[in-house]
């Protein structure tokens, strides 16, 4: 229990900017792209080998955003912005229908594998052509990034659209997800937007999240209430995601920060602090992968399983409102978190973290990407982490 | 190492017997009747309490289906036949569109919840209603059942009709579950069907499953392959999943029993017997969920995990192979496998058994029942365990 000191801020501080630099970028440099057919593999064992040609749009998009953003903000190194261009340039061609919806895969060379009836897949598109637009100059990209996001805001309210297959009226729900996505999407647009627009829909998302999603008897976030905010007990709406409602307040804290709000910083940093307290496994560590809110057993098999990015938004959050707040318990915690991840999903031997650990914190999955985990995650948090660390120092 | 002996099945025979008739029938039978709104609860925590009341279409058909068939099969007991009725009721009234499409799922009042998107729905209620037209002598029923039946041939070719995400063409699959389904489906319908329907119906379901779906250079069952039979290298393409291997056998079995097919059901037993080699776990016992056939990591995060119906299915499948063929390597496996299930997945001291396990055996999720576990797999398998173990006394 000892709040950060300048040295101690300045060690991990080199420990993430290292691992990021040294170990986890030139991981995906040297193995994820595809030389023939352009765009990334994601599918890639614990030695960067590709065991999976499939491209999954969700990660194609976040690795051109991922490489885009730090040419943006850490170093404008050509290198970088061709990663991003490769594949910013297999997308723009294969990665929509012709309505301009987004396809949620491909093939590896990019023909349509699964309709567009995912709304994520847009917004990852929009993040991705936003950034790649900033660092490229390239009108096509803003062009592109714009349409993507325009698709977001007119497929909010019916995300799935003709794939939705709940019955209408039985029992509407909304999702913790789709706020969350468009305050961060929103953030990213901004130097698209007009006017007061981000300013606004910051607003409402924070109330959003913080009245509707927040159960303030147990003070942790809910994956799906009622569209007014009220909750329901069934499966779904007894679902806790601790990951998902840990990565939904440092967005808030993120927010809070840009607007001045110093009550909604605080705020978010208690339901943090509180869903560690519940989330945590305290027999064998690291943080459950879902929970039911009235103890009932999950629908998900893989509840009790540790995730990556689980813990990697976790590091984010805490070493944000330890910044923003100075509260001791987040140094602490910070601490805790940091040593199981580092010593169970980090692979210095073969690079990148591995993804999957079961509740024993034993490697799962002998992989280093897959359908779901690409570049994206652990560089996002390396790089936040070392940059919160850099304003301690 | 000792094939069976008179005695030994015996007290095997008696061990099922009593566990069907004396624990996991009453179970049900005292748990989960809904006597406020009709239909069955299926959600019961480890001693039978409800933990959610939604009704699942797959489970309330399987779970009429279940007394009925005991009913016709094993003795006339009207207070089987009482449960039987109290959900064939309840699915009557609340089970299908205005087209006759039987939904997924249904709130406790039978408010439809989601779509009839599953073609599966329609196959256990063409089962269900079968059976208890057979039990209850109710014409209407009859009528239900021949619906139904209809559905499942309409759709089969495209079975998930609206909701299928995936792209025409770019990458077309069948999956085992589709003729298999359809197999067990027409044995069921036997008795409403006319002429040489079920003979021709069986012989194209054998020749597909055993050409098809059996993938000679491993000799194990593929979940999926191209239309004209031919194997994959993607997700979906290296999917197994032993369990379901082993269940499709069975069925091949009871169906080369029924045609005087030996070849078949020797060809079935050897199916069997390798992909339980390949399939158990050496380390901590059982048999995996999902496995990948290059041995790339599954997508599947519960692929490690050890379910009670992958467990039972084999029990069936070892008995009915080592009666129809007096293997001894049936009977070596089928006490492995009863020893590794009744000292984990069967719970004597709350009834019932345990759906959902760890990797080492552990219980995973503290429940008897849920969205996916209902009054089917275990009770049908002690059942058929039991009768098996008669022919061998």
Same sequence: chains 1, 2.
Wanted: net charge negative.
């Amino acid at each position: 229990m000892h709040p950060a000191n300048v040295q101690t801020a300045a060690r991990y501080a080199e420990q993430y900017q290292r691992a990021l630099l040294n170990d986890v970028l030139p991981f995906w440099e040297n193995h994820s792209l595809d030389r023939t057919h352009g765009g990334y593999f994601t599918c890639l064992d614990r030695s960067g080998q590709v065991y999976d040609t499939d491209k999954f749009i969700w990660l194609q998009n976040r690795q051109v955003w991922l490489f885009s953003m730090l040419y943006n903000r850490l170093e404008q190194r050509e290198s970088w912005l061709k990663v991003a261009e490769h594949g910013a340039e297999f997308l723009s061609e294969h990665g929509r229908d012709p309505e301009g919806n987004w396809y949620f895969s491909l093939n590896q060379t990019g023909q349509p594998l699964i309709q567009p009836y995912n709304i994520f897949s847009d917004c990852f598109a929009a993040m991705a052509f936003s950034q790649y637009a900033l660092a490229s100059q390239d009108e096509t990209a803003k062009v592109v990034a714009l349409q993507a996001y325009g698709n977001v805001l007119r497929r909010k309210s019916n995300p799935k659209g003709q794939y939705d297959k709940s019955f209408p009226g039985t029992r509407s729900l909304k999702s913790l997800a789709v706020p969350m996505i468009l305050a961060n999407l929103t953030l990213e647009m901004d130097w698209l937007l007009e006017g007061d627009q981000l300013t606004n829909i910051l607003k409402s998302t924070v109330a959003e999240v913080m009245t509707d999603f927040l159960d303030p008897d147990l003070g942790l976030m809910l994956e799906h209430v009622t569209p007014d905010g009220k909750k329901l007990d069934c499966y779904e709406g007894r679902l806790l995601n601790p990951g998902h409602g840990i990565e939904a307040m440092w967005f808030m804290m993120d927010i809070g920060d840009r607007l001045g709000d110093k009550a909604l910083i605080q705020q978010a940093v208690d339901v943090t602090l509180n869903i560690l307290e519940y989330a945590w496994d305290p027999e064998y560590g690291g943080i459950y992968y879902f929970m039911d809110r009235l103890g009932a057993p999950p629908q998900q098999l893989e509840w009790d399983q540790k995730l990556w990015w689980v813990h990697v938004e976790t590091l984010v959050a805490l070493l944000m409102g330890y910044r923003l707040t100075g509260n001791p318990k987040c140094w602490e915690w910070f601490e805790t978190i940091h040593d199981y991840s580092w010593s169970r999903f980090a692979d210095p031997e073969k690079g990148e973290w591995f993804g999957y650990l079961n509740r024993r914190g034993e490697v799962l999955l002998n992989l280093k990407g897959g359908k779901w985990k690409g570049c994206f995650h652990v560089p996002r948090a390396l790089y936040l982490c070392w940059q919160q660390l850099e304003l301690l120092k």
